[in-house]
């Protein structure tokens, strides 16, 4: 196991869009092993392989209270959602911001587990939000980009600012 | 997905308290083996809670006491170190109590205990609560000679019987950033000039003619002129040395003990002609003195090796002027390594005089006939002070104090005593001899 670098806004790979994964063998089973590592020690309850610069569709999430309930989703899909939810949202790729987004409530998906085997995950309210946050970065997504022009302006300015390194 | 926000610099400053309160660590050392977090404000909130709940720990452990029914079960220490940083941040700060809580009980599910989150909950709204009635308790708490081991209490108290409480206090206050300006590119004024034109808000030093100490602590890479080597950062009283030995254009300076190379630079900012020979045991921080000097775009010869031995690097010529800046107890400099003082044994201090007695002896045989050695420490305690030149004096009939006109600090018997804090500066000790 190790800790990956997360990459960081606004990194061009950040907008990479992931391809399935063919086989779910060692190497891969590897890659979900450090990303539940890397996003235990951030801490975070989401990381999509995309922030560790691995262009494949997988993405780890513990949403649980007590940090262990780890799920592994590869080749998500949704099948079905419902509702609407308005929360708070903060990335690992995008630190030190926090911004409402809405997105559906509850959500149906269907992916491939750490062993490779077929599953179906009903999520609703924080673990949907998170499954949805994540999956937008298997797009090239942020969820800066669901923001207005002005304050997409305003946090890029500011990241480069407080990333500037002695 | 991120957490929670604030989350990750809570959890960076657990692991680092953890490293030094359970495993013996140095602050420092522990804050530079780590990569800083990517958020500069989370970065600077880690480092603040570090160095506060160091420089708090009595107190808080005071009132944790006051607070926990009953004791932690022994592998807990961390989920303790949690609540410290949460109580912490209660007293001494102005985060929201409700974001100082949350995240603290977020720590104890961090740590992979979420049995203890309620506990750290509880504690900490019950501190809220009870906040008034527990305040005497603090305040008490809070004489700062609570907040330093018994040993340390009474050796200062022994050392400066009108003046420990204040030292005291000294060491439990922030140090200010402090800067040494290279005259010798750029003048003072002209370079508090240009940190106006940066809006960072700068003011000259007394008795240091190139120091400068910052309203606010500074990023170095803010500061205009870091990375050219206009300006470097370094304590005022440490910049006392340079001035103190005055070594003429050409003269051959050793610097003894040199790591990481500040004192060095000052000299040879002043005077770029000096044949000069850094000397330092440690190589790791020898390789330091090279960085130093690298950034500056300064020449000298630097060597890993023990001063006290000679035998090993020395090319038996004479020096006109030797730097012993002898490794110490570092009691002055308190204020700047709140880790210190409970790293430190009430034994130390003895032995550091014994190295030092020895760093002194090896090095007096290199000095010519009419040459300066000055013997620093940035410790305040007589017994690596004072104690070492009286018994150095009476020993070597060719050994007499040099004249010190010098109007900071304190006059010793042999030397001057820098307190903490006395006009901004960290506690230093110079006595300056000269060989018959």
Same mark, same amino acid.
């Given at each position: 196991m190790a800790i990956l670098e997360v990459l960081h806004y606004?990194?061009?790979?950040?907008?990479n869009r992931a391809r399935p994964v063919e086989h779910v063998d060692e190497r891969v089973r590897q890659l979900v092993d450090d990303m539940l590592e890397t996003m235990y020690a951030a801490p975070g309850i989401g990381l999509a392989a995309v922030q560790v610069n691995v262009p494949l569709r997988v993405i780890t999430i513990d949403c649980s209270e007590s940090r262990n309930e780890p799920v592994c989703l590869i080749n998500p899909t949704i099948e079905a959602e419902e509702g609407e939810l308005e929360a708070e949202e903060g990335c690992l790729s995008v630190p030190g911001v926090y911004e409402s987004v809405t997105r559906s409530r509850w959500i149906r998906v269907r992916a491939l587990d750490r062993d490779g085997e077929p599953i179906e995950l009903e999520a609703e309210d924080l673990l949907a939000v998170c499954v949805q946050h994540e999956m937008d970065h298997l797009e090239?997504?942020?969820?800066?980009?669901?923001?207005s022009r002005l304050k997409q302006a305003r946090i890029r300015r500011r990241t480069k600012k407080l990333q500037r390194q002695t | 997905m991120d957490a929670e926000p604030g989350l990750r610099a809570r959890a960076a400053a657990l692991e680092v308290l953890r490293q030094v309160l359970?495993?013996?660590?140095s602050l420092g050392r522990c804050l530079e083996a780590r990569s800083a977090l990517p958020d500069r404000r989370d970065e600077a909130l880690a480092r603040e809670i570090c160095f506060g709940v160091l420089r708090r720990r009595s107190s808080l452990a005071h009132v944790l006491d006051v607070l926990l029914r009953r004791q932690l079960a022994a592998d807990d220490s961390d989920v303790e170190i949690a609540l410290l940083i949460g109580l912490y941040q209660l007293i001494y700060t102005r985060i929201s109590p409700h974001a100082a809580v949350s995240t603290s009980v977020s720590l104890a599910r961090h740590l992979?205990? *979420?049995? $203890?989150a309620p506990l750290v909950n509880g504690v900490l709204r019950n501190f809220l609560r009870r906040r008034g009635a527990l305040s005497a308790g603090i305040a008490r708490s809070g004489r700062p000679e609570r907040s330093h081991p018994r040993w340390l209490v009474d050796a200062v108290r022994r050392a400066w019987p009108a003046r420990w409480r204040e030292i005291l206090h000294a060491n439990d206050a922030r140090a200010p950033m402090t800067l040494r300006v290279n005259t010798a590119r750029v003048g003072r004024e002209r370079y508090l000039d240009r940190l106006r034109e940066h809006a960072v808000e700068a003011w000259p030093v007394p008795h240091c003619e190139q120091a400068i100490t910052l309203a606010r602590p500074r990023d170095v890479s803010e500061l205009p002129g870091f990375l050219s080597g206009e300006v470097s950062v370094q304590d005022a009283a440490a910049q006392l040395a340079a001035p103190l030995l005055d070594p003429a254009a050409g003269a051959r300076v050793l610097? $003894?003990? $040199?790591? *990481?190379g500040g004192k060095t630079a000052h000299l040879l900012e002043r005077c770029p002609s000096l044949e000069l020979t850094a000397v330092d045991v440690d190589r790791e921080r020898a390789g330091r003195i090279e960085g130093t000097l690298a950034r500056l775009g300064l020449p000298a010869r630097v060597r890993c090796a023990d001063a006290a031995s000679p035998g090993e690097w020395w090319d038996g010529r004479e020096f006109h002027h030797v730097l012993l800046d002898v490794p110490c107890s570092a009691t002055g400099v308190i204020r700047r390594h709140p880790d210190l003082r409970w790293l430190r044994r009430p034994e130390d201090p003895e032995r550091l005089a014994r190295r030092q007695s020895r760093l002194l002896e090896g090095t007096w045989p290199l000095l010519a006939r009419g040459g300066t050695l000055l013997y620093a420490t940035c410790s305040i305690l007589p017994s690596e002070n004072d104690d070492v030149i009286a018994r150095f004096l009476a020993a070597h009939r060719d050994a007499r104090v040099g004249p010190n006109h010098a109007i900071w600090g304190i006059a010793t018997g042999h030397g001057r005593q820098v307190l903490p804090g006395d006009d901004g500066m960290d506690g230093f000790y110079y006595a300056l001899l000269v060989k018959a």
């Open positions: 606004p990194d061009p790979r950040l907008r090239g997504i942020l969820f800066v980009d669901y923001l | 359970c495993g013996g660590r992979g205990k *979420p049995r $203890a610097d $003894a003990c $040199a790591a *990481p």
